[in-house]
């Protein structure tokens, strides 16, 4: 191994620690073992902050990730781990003994979620063009020509490979489903859009990028003056001078250059708000932040009163994103996001890339389906293109070293905050704390559920009752199966963005 590698696991390890309490809990004793590196055998093996169960998971890995052991704890009791040993492991937690074997290997060195060279995006994407496509549990299901169910039109897939059975061309999905060829498009590799890293000495208006395709530029500002020239979408202006001192109309870009304010994705440096760096956070130089303004819709990433990199996003539209600070409550490198249970719009998306959640289901994330970034779309997230999802997930502490697919910080109060705010309010608006922090709440989702159940039995009990010809019609066939019964055609999903 280079001297490199070990140096990024030190740095690694640290970020970690940073964000973990440090020492071991009164509770646990640990004491010296013979067995310096385990690996974990499970497609999904879980670490926990204390050596029992139930006891709340701190990280998920993946199959064939390393750990270095630092000692080994007697189980408590025969739950979880069925009274065998368990392994304090670095940089923090415990694993039970029973789901990982022993390795001369170290951890190796990465970063969750590795993009393959000259690529934007982990895996590879397809979009659902047919409505009601069928989609095959295995190869001889295909053959058999018996689906497993039938997708929605605009839903994405994970696609690991193409595949051939028989004559027909498949593509098989990353949980091994197969689906027809021509039923799906390729999705390419999302938008190659990406913010500048910056660095400012002072608070204020910084720069802007443009809205418009042709944004024109005025000698003058007004829209009397005459047009000097017209720039692209998302062109980079500084921010020099504004027509006033609230609220400008007007932004000077250069020397007799003016663009109109409504023109721009405004991005300000502003200082550090009420509850977003801690004390701890100093002192532990855990100072990192974000702040998200949805009026512009810009998201400008900080270290305690510096900023570090800007760009544009895309909040929610439909489900606006909820302003507050907010910690974030997990990260994760790659989930599908649905729908929940009390939504009526169905949607889902698979491999959802470089996710923070922040509150309950909203999340920064990567966003591969669509390039309108600088405009509200999501379903209440916010929505990144894919090289600023990476680089904000990676810089965010703690970065995840290869293997690890999960990490639930087992405080919040060390854990980055997102601050969203809209500047587009009237001056003087009093910020608010929209939602509470942390994961959804079990009890108020449970409510939802019930309400929303509640709601279509009695839109179903309004509807007229089918005739007894009619059921008797659409019982079934003699094969077993049902005939799927043609509704009208509903207008296409929208992507989902949260």
Known sequence: MSVLGPLLLAQTVRALMATEPSGEPDDVTVRPTEVRFVEARQLETVVRGRPWVPHKRVATVSKGTRFVVRGEVDSRDDEGCHGKVWYAVWPFGYLCSEHVRTSERPPDVGTALPVPEGKRLPVAYAIVRTEGAPSYASIEDAQADVPEQALTH????????????GAQSFVQTAEGKLVRREDVGYMGQGSAWRGVDIEAERTGPLLGWTRQTKTAVRST????????????????????????????????????????????????VVEPPPGVLSEFRLAAGNDQWFDVDVGEQVIVAYRGTSPQHATLVSSGRGS????????????VAIMDMANQEYEDKPYMVQG????????????????????????????????????????????????????WTGYLPSELGRSPVVHVRDSSQPPGSTFTQQRPIGPPDREAERAKAEAAAERRAALADALPEVSADAAERWEGRADGTVPRVEAPPSPPLRPHGG
């Open 154 to 165: 605009g839903m994405s897939l994970v696609i690991a490979r193409g595949i051939d059975v």
């Open 221 to 268: 500002p007004s829209r009397e003056a005459p047009v000097i020239r017209t720039v692209g979408r998302r062109e980079r202006v500084p921010l020099l001078e504004p027509d006033a001192a609230i609220r400008p109309l007007w932004w000077r870009v250069g020397e007799d250059a003016w663009i109109e304010a409504d023109d721009l994705n405004e991005v300000h």
């Open 320 to 331: 606006p994103t909820p302003l507050g600070n907010y910690p974030v409550w997990a990260k």
């Open 352 to 403: 959802v890339p470089w996710v923070m959640l922040f509150q309950g289901h909203n999340a920064l994330h990567g966003a591969y389906w669509h390039d309108g970034f600088g405009k509200r779309r999501s379903h209440g997230c916010v929505n990144l293109a894919p090289l600023d999802a990476r680089w904000m997930f990676e810089w965010a502490g703690p970065s995840l070293p290869e293997g």
